[in-house]
């Protein structure tokens, strides 16, 4: 199988019914994203397929592949990191952390559909991103933050 | 070993930059010696600082980071004495040797929110000593006053010749001329402070939001077989015997074992290994738990607390009062079990080879897993190294008195001659954990002509955390266990230097030990207060309204001898708005707490609607955590104790019906949600008191506070939590 992830082309072996989860972390090495409870409740797993949120715990690898996934590990790009990732910073919004790469990807999905979204609107579409440390204020402020960012990048 | 050997957990590129040389000390305890000694990839100032020759400044810490702010705070002091940036030190892990062990537990251990607090001095002692020690070597070797030298940015600089050194290059000094540590040293005044009081941002920020911070859950090492567990239905149940005949067909299963925690099946991967876990067949026998019930248990207290209890405080003469009093107002609050649910499951690596073993491992309590594990395996302590990653929460449960997940982990690796990491499922979480155990207080109480209380009697019925551990001689007073009542009595109590705050003229609390039945009781952030909070803080309640007294105004009136708190409820009664009157529908409620010495009161406004869904929209948090080293890590730290509270309040729940755990998994055992979190503020008062803690505090007066403010708006008073289980849904 063949697997597309943060634009490499890789080929893995797992068992065609391993989600993808566990492909990233155990056959790939590509750790930042989390396990957390195994049926989509928690979204520490929270990757891009196809620009769109998805939760890989749940999805098994071989419906994915050939198309393209994003992880944690292609946010940042040649001039650093994503201007959500800058505002997470900015906002000292991590505690223990481990959410919060599930964290970043929910926003980032939601903030390429929706470049200004209100606080109601980030709600809904964090809703599914459980963090036990209840860093939620500062997630919204830095969800704020990176639309204004993306925003004065755009048209600057 | 690459990465895995270098774990104090840090960011993996950190570590990179640091380079190989620093972590050989991590893995070679090293001895306490006054004499500063050259070790590998640098030399040790004292048991807390390192510095190589390239200017490289090593902490080593003796306080794990789950979120708590450790690293933060840790290498801020040390930042603010030695004239550092806090961000260039290089964090390691102490080792685990008596010589890092807590000054207050004596134990390798963080927790009770004492970090800031028992790091304060210690951390910024061991940076001016070491400053100290610079400035001699300077001024000797260039013959200047030390007076006249400046430290700033890791050098030290002479003005007058122009001169100046990083402090590496001081080394050389320092070892030629046998400059030792100071036996005093002056710390710097705190109207000097360039980083400590300043808001700083995490330490560790930054591989937390690009994925490279290293969990233990992320570790890899060569050869690694991937554990999972299936474990008994009934807590205390056992293995009679098992059939693996399937499991062991399937792709990439190595072994499947019998071990005390349940059957382990081994193999190269997670996903194969808990696949395999379900073709298992076990014979289970269910133990002496088969059969009980949370209800159960609640009856058992229930009858309990009618019973006299062993005395705590008896002040006044409560019993004489409550007899005089023309009316004795009575209730019984109950409060079930609670899982953690730390977000990362709880998961160890564990290699055993010869008469040593070697744990990878998140947790807060490191001497005890090492105690344990030495146990276990018939080793000496020091044999047993422990490496340590950063954790995804922990709340408590990584404090585990039975080291549960790192000792099992270690059976199931030994006879192994690779490693093995276990990795719970949710599920295993949340059925198979330890819990906040099970309360029941019983409380009667009066009030006087003013409508004051006047006298105060609680009984106070639950599982000890511990009664029968070794820490049986330090936290049990005459059979009690401190941390049952911890928030309920008015004078300090055992080590606990505080008390509620408030002065009840008659106050007496008893107190019964409900029996161990091996459903292993654990500390759940905030400890006793996560009971005895809703106990204490809604009978408050229910006195003030039958003494027609406000309730804010009540706790004016209670604490004016209790300076601190005073102060921290009139700037709440100030900041919340809480004379301003509310629409139909919603309501206010108030609640204040005493723990490990930090004052802290919170004000809520809720919204509930016919059906019971409630909103909780505005927190107020008023705080005095002495002197606030880190405005920032405070604020996120009481914003998270009010979200971890506020959720168990509101549908916390473990039920056990038949001995079986009810719950699985986030969609049955509901916890915090964006959409649910309140609008909150915070209010840290200025104050040149000691630093003290706040990780646990914010988690204790959120739930009395909602449950006041539901009665509030509604006139129905809860007393069986949580709130969901009484019709009352937080939306």
Redesign the interface.
């Known amino acids: 199988m063949k697997l597309t992830v943060n634009d490499k082309e890789l080929q893995i072996n797992s068992d065609e019914d391993t989600p993808l989860l566990w492909v990233l972390r155990d056959e790939l090495n590509m750790v930042g994203t989390k396990f957390g409870c195994g049926i989509a409740q928690c979204g520490a797993c929270t990757v891009h397929l196809e620009g769109r949120a998805i939760r890989s715990c749940v999805m098994p690898v071989s419906a994915v592949a050939g198309k393209q996934i994003q992880t944690i590990e292609g946010q940042a790009d040649e001039k650093g990191l994503s201007p959500v990732q800058r505002a997470w910073l900015e906002t000292d919004v991590a505690q223990c952390g481990y959410c919060q790469s599930g964290q970043i990807m929910a926003a980032s999905a939601l903030l390429s559909e929706n470049p200004n979204p209100t606080d109601a609107e980030i709600d809904t579409a964090m809703a599914g991103n459980i963090c036990r440390c209840g860093t939620y204020p500062r997630i919204r402020k830095a969800v704020h933050l990176a639309a204004r960012w993306m925003t004065e990048e755009q048209s600057a | 070993m690459s990465e895995a050997t270098s774990s104090s957990g840090l960011n993996r590129r950190q570590f990179v930059r640091a380079g190989g040389a620093f972590l050989f000390a991590a893995q070679c305890p090293i001895t306490f010696s006054r004499k500063a000694h050259a070790a590998v990839g640098g030399s040790m100032m004292n048991s807390f600082v390192r510095i190589d020759p390239s200017n490289v400044i090593t902490l080593l810490a003796n306080n794990s980071e789950?979120?708590?702010?450790a690293y933060t705070v840790m290498s801020m002091m040390l930042a603010e004495e030695l004239d550092v940036d806090y961000r260039s030190i290089v964090l390691e892990a102490a080792p685990t040797t008596p010589e890092y062990y807590s000054p207050l537990f004596r134990e390798y251990l963080t927790a009770g929110s004492v970090t800031t607090g028992s790091t304060f001095m210690p951390m910024r002692t061991a940076g001016a000593k070491a400053r100290a020690m610079l400035l001699e070597a300077a001024s000797r070797d260039w013959q200047v006053p030390t007076d006249e030298l400046v430290t700033h940015g890791g050098q030290v600089t002479h003005a007058g010749s122009g001169r100046s050194s990083t402090y590496g290059e001081l080394l050389e000094t320092i070892h030629r001329l046998d400059i030792q540590p100071p036996e005093t040293v002056t710390l710097k005044d705190p109207s000097e402070f360039a980083v400590l009081g300043k808001p700083a941002?995490?330490y560790?920020?930054?591989?937390?939001?690009?994925?490279?911070?290293?969990?233990g859950?992320?570790i890899?090492l060569p050869g690694m077989l991937?554990g999972a567990i299936a474990r008994p239905p009934v807590h205390g149940g056992s293995v009679v015997d098992f059939d693996a005949t399937d499991a062991l067909t399937m792709?990439g299963v190595v072994k499947a074992k019998a071990i005390r925690a349940g059957v382990v099946v081994l193999a190269d991967?997670?996903?194969?290994a808990q696949k395999a876990r379900a073709k298992l067949k076990i014979n289970w026998d269910r133990g002496a738990n088969d059969g009980v019930s949370s209800e159960q248990f609640y009856r058992d207290y229930r009858e309990m607390a009618e019973t006299p209890g062993m005395l705590a405080e008896d002040i006044g003469d409560a019993l004489s009062a409550l007899e005089q009093a023309d009316e004795v107002l009575e209730s019984v609050y109950e409060m079930p079990l609670l899982a953690h649910?730390?977000?990362?499951?709880m998961n160890c690596i564990a290699q055993v080879e010869g008469a040593t073993c070697t744990i990878w491992s998140g947790t807060q309590y490191q001497s005890n897993d090492q105690e344990v594990i030495s146990r276990f395996l018939g080793i000496p302590q020091e044999n047993v190294t422990i490496h340590r990653p950063?954790?995804?929460?922990?709340?408590g449960r990584r404090s585990s008195k039975t080291a549960d997940y790192t000792v099992e982990a270690v059976e199931a690796a030994k006879g192994e001659s690779v490693p093995v990491q276990i990795?719970w499922?949710?599920?295993e979480d949340i059925r198979s954990g330890h819990y906040r155990p099970l309360f029941v207080h019983k409380l009667r109480g009066s009030v006087d002509s003013s409508g004051m209380p006047e006298a105060w009697h609680q009984v106070v019925v639950g599982q000890s955390l511990m009664q029968g551990t070794k820490h049986d001689p330090n936290y049990m007073v005459r059979g009690m266990d401190i941390y049952s009542l911890d928030g309920c009595l008015q004078e300090p109590f055992g080590v606990f230097p505080y008390g509620t705050s408030y002065a009840i003229p008659h106050h007496r609390v008893e107190s019964h030990n409900a029996p161990k039945i091996g459903i292993v009781p654990q500390e759940w952030r905030s400890v006793g207060h996560t009971h005895t909070g809703i106990a204490y803080e809604c009978f408050l309640d229910e006195l003030a309204v039958k003494g027609g007294v406000d309730p804010l105004e009540l706790r004016l009136q209670l604490t004016k001898d209790h300076a601190r708190m005073n102060r921290v409820l009139k700037v709440l009664r100030e900041k919340c708005e809480w004379d301003k009157p509310l629409a139909l529908g919603r309501g206010r409620g108030v609640a204040s707490r005493v723990y490990s010495i930090s004052p802290i009161a919170q004000a809520v406004e809720i919204t509930v609607a016919e059906n019971g869904d409630f909103t909780v929209d505005r927190v107020v948090c008023v705080v005095d955590c002495g002197f606030a080293v880190n405005p920032?890590g405070i604020e996120?730290?009481v914003?998270?104790?009010?979200?971890?509270g506020l959720g168990g309040v509101a549908f916390g729940n473990i039920d056990i019906v038949d001995g079986e755990v009810q719950q699985s998994?986030?969609?049955d055992y509901p916890?915090?949600?964006?959409?649910q979190?309140p609008?909150?503020e915070i209010h840290i008062l200025p104050s040149d008191e000691p630093p003290t803690g706040v990780g646990e505090q914010a988690t204790a007066p959120i739930a009395p506070a909602v449950a006041n403010a539901l009665f509030n708006a509604t006139g129905r008073r809860v007393r069986r939590f949580p709130l969901s289980s009484q019709g009352f849904n937080l939306v």
């Open positions: 789950f979120g708590n702010g941002r995490r560790e920020g930054a591989g937390k939001v690009d994925g490279t911070a290293q969990f859950i992320d890899k991937y792709p991967s997670y996903w194969r649910a730390t977000l990362e499951p950063l954790m995804g929460g922990s709340f990795i499922s949710r599920e920032l996120g730290q914003e998270g104790g009010v979200a971890y998994n986030f969609h916890v915090m949600r964006l959409p979190m609008k909150f």
